[in-house]
């Protein structure tokens, strides 16, 4: 028994034991395939620089799979070696040539030049990236397809994302180098900045061959991409041709340039709506000679190669000393491709600034701007008494233009941004001032957007230039905020056609022509002769009518009597906007733009034209489309723009100034500058009662806002406003130009000044270094005297007998408000009584209220009412707060604004009126 249990113990043991042995073989079998996979797949010489693969290199357990893939590597690399990368290598130069793999420059002392091949000419197959090599063999050169080829998908991380955007730019350089300047134009639209990606390439949107789109607004752009292509296929690949290169390679002319769209993401998936649309113009775009380049823009397209900057394993995020290699899909997982340099930013700027001159060229072979101009050196000549017309562009190499006359008495000019309106209007104003002398034309010049299109015209107030355009006789810049300043314009030419009507009806004429007729067959040859032609011009017009209020109703009223009757009084109108069909006060009246019979349409203009006229979808850039029949369809020519920049404005400019010799210089109204106080009381009324000064009016002469401090009641003013400096400044330029006014009147003249704040010790000692006259200052502690001797006086003047013929006093409190703590109940009544009677017997109140509720516990009945402030000027108040100061049940439609008032002068107006606010200057 014992024996059979040893036997069984012997045979169990074996058999265990040779378990383990072939289970122990078996494990070491599998983790030597296991790490020869590993080492496959990942590469012998990568697995170095692995942590986790250097564990298998120096096991001696794993020695003979090692040994096998060091053996495959050697002898791959020995044929890899053979030449392989020199054949790769020629091949990308075979396929990418030239500019589209060497750098701009070449080396030192190698001009930069643009490229000559147009859209017809042999196009590169491949675009050079950089340098490829397998793990530590020979490098070659990388190259991947991008104009008819595919797209190109770019993805990196936080670290490598300004090398991968330097790619972009130096692949983007290769491509506009190459080709002609104008055959291929790049937009570009980044979410994460405002001004896009790729700054190095800004200098080419001086010409249009960089487009930079609005970081908010991906959805326009892939809509122009999705129109281009299905204006392609429809209209191009019509014949049966799969795609322009087809269409070029058979010998036919591609009719259409490349455009190139670079969308800089950040890594996040785009809008549902978005990803589709990107995907049709993907999938489209190839054929139509459109071609993505998406940067950190995660979707899943055809057609489209895949650049990939992510860090590969064993690199250290934080290291950024060395460029990280990058994937490509056309190279695959195993090839490492080191991108090419960076170009130094001064290359890159001075290439743009070459294409871009190259580009303008170019163009100037098609007609200048300088060929629409008079070339017989002569001064501008031509009458306007039939009507005015002017070159803008070319129709077939012609010069064509717009013409304002008696049948297109106004024009409507419409386009989205950046489609070109400035430039046209500017072309416009230029060739209109080149023919006609200021005898024969006078502009009215405004934009409503916030920039300076118009100042230019201007006479320079730094003194830098000398010279304005002469027919020029207002132009207002910043007004974006300022709309009472287009009403005014309104009213301006409102004026104008009554006066002209008058003399019309006076002289038997219908028109402008037959009055000018009329006059010269009379013989009369004065002021009232001179009837030129009116055009005035407001770009983004729209901002006028924006707001549903007086202002609104007002201009909305004065517009349609301009438009309607403008036609027969030579008065033109010529309004300029993104979009026309947003605003809301020409709802149900469509009687207004019946009247703007000359419509020109930019690219992506809508509602211009008639409603069944869409040629303005279709235009390429600098293209316009004019028509002088309403906008319907048989009256559209399509004319290609002049380019006007600023040194060509300027040259026409000076060129009729130094032939017209003007003396008149134009009105410039400029919302970011505040009026200078001594040039608005140098034209103040002399003659008469004094004045001082509360403002400028918002007119078409820029008149100073003169409140007259007659001897009669209610001639006192206020300032109301919270703000200290605002306010303080504003009632020094009011006692300051009153000063001025009484030195010339009356030498008997004293000013009272009361700084009844801290906060107003400056001003007061400002104003008293400024005043012509004897000037006391009175200090809070002896306000209350003061206060009760200036009530008596009063009383002794009144009862003197007679209103006349005593020496003015002028109190000027600073912090008015704060004499409600100073004064006991006789002494506020005895300053009411100053307020009520004072004016009647030459003592008037300047006064700074820090609130209107202040100062309206001030003019309380029945010591005194508001009546008895008879003109105020409220800066930094809303408007609901004014309305018991106005009367009448009367609510200001006010907002405030800086450097703005609000004016109340019940001498001249029973509503309070804007005014700008002096620059009044401390330092006599």
């Known amino acids: 028994m014992r024996g059979a249990f040893d036997r069984f113990h012997f045979a169990a043991s074996a058999a265990l034991g040779a378990a383990e042995q072939r289970l122990e073989r078996a494990a070491q079998a599998h983790a030597e395939t296991m790490a020869e996979l590993w080492l496959r797949e990942t590469g012998h010489d990568a697995a170095r620089n692995d942590p986790a693969l250097r564990r298998v290199l120096d096991n001696p357990r794993l020695a003979a799979p090692v040994a096998r893939v060091a053996a495959d590597r050697a002898h791959t690399f020995d044929r890899w070696q053979g030449g392989s990368p020199e054949e790769l290598s020629a091949i990308v130069a075979e396929a990418a040539p030239g500019a589209a793999g060497d750098e701009p420059g070449g080396g030192e002392g190698t001009e930069v030049r643009a490229g000559t091949v147009e859209t017809t000419g042999p196009i590169p197959e491949l675009w050079q990236l950089g340098t490829g090599a397998v793990e530590d063999g020979a490098p070659f050169r990388v190259a991947v397809p991008l104009l008819d080829g595919a797209h190109l998908q770019v993805t990196s991380t936080p670290r490598t994302r300004e090398r991968a955007e330097a790619m972009v730019e130096q692949l983007l350089l290769r491509v506009l180098r190459h080709v002609r300047p104008g055959v291929a134009g790049v937009h570009v639209w980044d979410v994460g900045q405002l001004a896009g990606a790729l700054p190095g390439l800004y200098p080419l949107t001086r010409t249009g061959l960089l487009t930079v789109h609005d970081p908010t607004r991906l959805e326009p752009l892939l809509g122009q991409l999705a129109d281009r292509i299905r204006r392609v296929q429809t209209r191009v690949l019509a014949e049966g041709y799969g795609s322009l290169r087809e269409l070029a390679d058979a010998g036919g002319d591609r009719p259409e340039p490349w455009v190139v769209a670079v969308l800089a993401g950040n890594g996040r998936p785009l809008p549902e709506a978005e990803q589709r649309q990107l995907q049709r113009v993907a999938r489209g775009g190839i054929p139509a000679g459109v071609v993505l380049v998406l940067l950190d823009v995660p979707v899943a397209l055809r057609q489209v190669e895949s650049v990939d900057f992510g860090d590969p394993p064993g690199t250290d995020p934080a290291d950024g000393r060395r460029p990280v290699p990058v994937r490509t899909s056309l190279t695959g997982p195993h090839v490492l491709v080191e991108p090419d340099p960076p170009l130094p930013r001064d290359l890159v700027s001075e290439t743009c600034h070459v294409l871009a001159a190259a580009h303008e060229r170019w163009r100037g072979r098609l007609g200048a701007f300088a060929d629409l101009l008079p070339h017989d050196g002569r001064p501008p000549a031509l009458s306007s ?104 314009l309104l009213r301006r030419l ?87 069909s947003g605003i809301e006060a020409f709802w149900g009246r469509p009687a207004i733009f019946e009247q703007f019979v000359l419509r020109i349409a930019l690219p992506r203009a809508r509602r211009v034209l008639a409603q069944n006229n869409e040629v303005a979808m279709e235009l390429p850039r600098w293209h316009a489309v004019i028509n002088h029949d309403s906008g319907v369809t048989h009256g559209n020519v399509v004319v290609r723009l002049a380019e006007a920049g600023g040194p060509l404005i300027r040259e026409v400019q000076e060129s009729v100034f130094e032939a017209c010799s003007p003396q008149q210089q134009p009105v410039v109204f400029d919302g970011a500058r505040a009026p200078a106080h001594d040039a608005l009381v140098a034209r103040l009324p002399v003659d008469g009662p004094p004045v001082l000064l509360a403002g400028q009016l918002v007119d078409v002469e820029g008149s100073p806002a ?26 020094c330029s009011a006692a300051d130009s009153l000063g001025a006014q009484l030195a010339g009147i009356d030498d008997r003249a004293r000013f009272l000044l009361f700084p009844l704040v801290g906060e107003a010790g400056p001003a007061v000692d400002a104003l008293g270094g400024r005043l012509r006259q004897a000037a006391e200052k009175v200090f809070p502690d002896g306000f209350a005297g003061r206060v009760t001797d200036l009530a008596a006086e009063v009383r002794d003047r009144a009862g003197s007998g007679g209103t006349g013929g005593h020496p003015p006093r002028v109190l000027v409190l600073f912090g008015a408000d704060a004499a409600e703590a100073m004064l006991d109940r006789s002494g506020l009544e005895d300053l009411r009584a100053i307020v009520r009677h004072g004016p009647e017997v030459g ?51 006010w907002t405030p604004a800086p450097g703005r008032g609000l004016l109340l002068d019940r001498a001249r107006r029973s509503r309070p009126e804007l005014v700008i606010l002096a620059d009044w200057k401390e330092t006599p």
């Open 385 to 488: 008494k039939d009507g005015l017309g002017a070159p803008v562009g070319f129709a077939d190499g012609i010069p064509s233009g717009l013409t304002l006359d008696d049948h297109a008495p106004h024009a409507l000019v419409g386009g989205p941004s950046g489609s070109g309106k400035t430039n046209l209007l500017l072309a416009w104003i230029a060739t209109l001032a080149a023919q006609y002398p200021p005898d024969e034309l006078e502009l009215y010049l405004l934009d409503f957007k916030e920039g300076v299109s118009f100042a230019q015209f201007a006479p320079d107030p730094d003194g830098f230039r000398r010279n304005w355009l002469p027919q020029a006789r207002l132009i207002g810049v910043n007004i974006n905020t300022d709309r009472e300043f287009g009403l005014a």
């Open 494 to 580: 409102a004026d104008t056609m009554r006066t002209r009507a008058e003399l019309a009806r006076r002289q038997g004429a219908t028109k402008l022509a037959e009055l000018r007729d009329v006059l010269a067959e009379r013989g009369i040859d004065d002021e009232r002769a001179r009837l030129p032609r009116i055009v005035a011009v407001i770009d983004e017009f729209q901002f006028l009518f924006s707001g549903r209020d007086a202002v609104t109703a007002e201009a909305t009223a004065l517009l349609e009597d301009v438009a309607r009757r403008g036609r027969s009084q030579g008065v033109h109108l010529v309004l300029a906007s993104q979009d026309v």
């Open 706 to 731: 003169a409140v007259g401090l007659a001897d009669s009641p209610g001639r006192n003013f206020g300032v109301i406003g919270p703000d200290p400096e605002t306010a303080a400044t504003l009632l």
């Open 843 to 893: 003592v008037h109140v300047l006064g700074w209220w820090r609130g209107a509720q202040r100062l309206k516990a001030l003019l309380s009945p029945p010591g005194a009412t508001v009546d008895d402030l008879g003109a105020w000027v409220a800066t930094g108040v809303q408007g609901g707060d004014l309305t018991s100061l106005v009367g009448g049940g009367i609510t200001p439609e």
